[in-house]
């Protein structure tokens, strides 16, 4: 699977993990030089508190487009170090 955003691969992985119909990325498998840490934080009654990254990609943004769990509910446990996208971000095979 690939997350492409501005015409770039954001995250390229065959170890994706689908969960509600999110792609889930392994950390490792995103490339870092397009996240930047942001302060925005939500909750999910079954996940927890996630928190989010901006892209950014040839000098345009897209904020809080990726986000994870940091120390997900013990019920997501499986997607600690994973990352997810949206807001524009295209997920391919």
């Not at 397009?34 to 925005?40: G, H, I, K, P, Q």
Request: aromatic content about 14%; some cysteine.
């Amino acid at each position: 699977m690939k997350a492409i955003w501005n015409n770039r691969i954001i995250a390229e992985s065959d170890d994706t993990i689908v969960v509600e119909r999110n792609h889930y990325f392994p950390k490792d498998s995103v490339n870092p030089d397009f996240l930047r840490e942001c302060s925005t934080h939500s909750t999910c009654p079954w996940k927890g508190l996630a928190s989010y990254y901006t892209l950014e990609v040839d000098g345009k943004q897209n904020p809080d487009a990726a986000w994870y769990y940091p120390a997900p509910k013990a019920e997501a446990a499986h997607i600690t170090n994973y990352i997810a996208f949206w807001k524009g971000v295209q997920i391919t095979e």
